[in-house]
């Protein structure tokens, strides 16, 4: 029994049992109370209420109602400023695709087409050099074939397919028209 009442000293000795003891003691007093704090409750709830609903209840709708009112105004600027935006951009856009199709601001507001003028170059024009020779023959042949395309469309022969034939003859391809 020595040890039963060692262990019993022990633990009824130590700090974290007392923290224990003292914690159910104050539950313990506060439940007590309870019953009288519920009848107080009970008994006020009725006026309370009455009073919030007098007081109070107006004030939270008139609240209520003036934040709505400000959502809807910050949300007026902020579609105002998003408004603005676009149109900003869209007009920057505006100027950006005439500038980028080399059209020059005056020209474009007077109506006026920009000229083009395409040249043609000589299979072994001194434009083409390093190596470009080829491509501009490549090219030159290719414009040649296209032309005969489309004579042979305006002259009703019906020729379509033989244009991509004479296209690839002329490229010097292989498997894509007549050889020679």
Request: charged residues 30%; without cysteine.
């Amino acid at each position: 029994m020595a040890f039963t009442d060692e262990i019993r000293k022990t633990i009824t000795s130590s700090t974290p049992f007392y923290a224990v003891a003292g914690a159910t003691d104050l539950a313990a007093e506060k439940l007590r109370t309870l019953p009288g704090r519920l009848t107080k409750l009970r008994e006020e709830a009725p006026e309370r209420l009455h009073a919030f609903r007098e007081e109070e209840l107006p004030k939270l709708r008139e609240q209520a109602q003036h934040l709505a009112d400000q959502g809807v105004g910050v949300a007026r600027e902020y579609a105002d400023k998003a408004r603005a935006t676009y149109d900003e951009l869209a007009e920057r856009g505006r100027t950006a695709v005439v500038e980028w199709r080399g059209q020059d601001k005056p020209a474009a507001r007077n109506g006026e087409a920009p000229q083009v003028t395409v040249e043609r170059l000589d299979a072994g024009a001194d434009a083409v050099t390093d190596g470009g020779a080829e491509a501009g023959a490549d090219a030159q042949a290719d414009a040649e074939a296209d032309a005969r395309a489309g004579a042979k469309a305006e002259a009703g022969t019906g020729a379509d397919t033989g244009a991509a034939a004479d296209a690839g003859a002329a490229k010097g391809e292989p498997g894509d028209g007549p050889k020679g």
